[in-house]
């Protein structure tokens, strides 16, 4: 039994709703984790994220990864505001800071980036306050702590330039999670 009704009001709960969800993304394609925290108040969403272990490896250049290097980023964290729009479709600026941890052989450089950008989401109820939302984030590097022409390994003969998130700074995820009212 679907428990949502699709309507062309904002969602605005009776009292202050809070809500708990993690990224399918992080798990099944990045071999981590991202969980977060959303409190709602009205149209207004304050948000709060945490990912961990997330292993970048497998979308960096074929070149860096035939050489053998591997990335991690053993955080990512940040938060966010928004306003619900219609419905449960949502719209949110958010920041985030990511660290980067580069390992070739005995090489074990590091650097961090700072991402802002939006996030557009809708959630669907599918039973009491369990829910499914598909969002669509872009999330360009605003800042970078590596050097100006990268991070140089194996004497320079490997250049390796911050990572984005997902494609140019976009991505999409599928989020799960539980909201109640307090």
């Known amino acids: 039994m679907i428990s949502h009704r699709f309507t062309l009001d904002a969602h605005t709960p009776d009292r202050v709703q809070l809500a708990f969800h993690f990224g399918l993304v992080q798990p099944v ?12 108040w009205k149209r207004l969403i304050f948000t709060y994220s945490h990912g961990a272990s997330l292993s970048f490896t497998s979308s960096l250049p074929t070149s860096e990864r035939a050489q053998g290097l591997s990335v991690v980023a053993p955080f990512s964290t940040g938060g966010g505001i928004g306003i619900v729009l219609i419905d449960e479709l949502y719209v949110l600026l958010d920041i985030k800071y990511h660290r980067f941890e580069l390992t070739l052989g005995a090489e074990h450089p590091s650097y961090e980036t700072l991402t802002v950008g939006g996030e557009i989401g809708w959630r669907f109820f599918i039973w009491r306050g369990f829910y499914l939302s598909p969002v669509v984030r ?26 984005v998130q997902g494609a140019g700074g976009l991505f999409a995820n599928v989020l799960i999670g539980w909201a109640f009212s307090l």
């Open 29 to 40: 394609l990045l071999h981590g984790f991202n969980a977060a925290i959303d409190v709602r």
């Open 138 to 163: 872009y999330w360009p590097n605003v800042w970078s702590s590596a050097p100006a022409g990268g991070v140089l390994l194996k004497d320079g003969a490997i250049v390796h330039h911050p990572l």
